[in-house]
């Protein structure tokens, strides 16, 4: 149904020269819409062994040029949101329909400023 938002995924490098103090630079690289999922208790069980509170999964078409060096910013239809998610977990998958599509497992990340990010474009 893909009607939870748009989510945007950012690659994120090191724009500062050699020896400088790091600065990373968020470039655009992809934008769709997606579903909110429900983080299941195993998904999140397992994640909490490894340190990491899953905020949101989110289902979207099909996408393969994304991997967990990238970070997300979610706009949700119902609400502002304001945050960077950091992509914890890529699974390709299909829907009920038999459809390719991609479940992103995603951490908040606290302390970065969505609007930060998108206002630096």
């Not at 579903?35 to 989110?58: K, P, W």
């Amino acid at each position: 149904m893909f009607d939870g938002g748009v989510i945007t995924f950012y690659s994120v490098s090191n724009s500062s020269g050699q020896g400088k103090m790091p600065k990373k630079t968020y470039t655009p690289k992809n934008s769709v819409c997606y579903e909110n999922r429900t983080v299941g208790i195993n998904r999140y069980s397992v994640a909490m062994q490894f340190d990491v509170q899953l905020s949101h999964v989110c289902r979207t078409p099909a996408i393969f040029d994304i991997d967990t060096s990238f970070v997300a910013v979610l706009k949700p239809y119902s609400h502002t949101d304001g945050a960077v998610y950091k992509i914890y977990q890529i699974q390709q998958t299909t829907d009920e329909d038999n459809l390719p599509c991609t479940d992103f497992s995603l951490q908040r990340l606290e302390g970065i400023n969505a609007d930060e990010i998108i206002s630096n474009q």
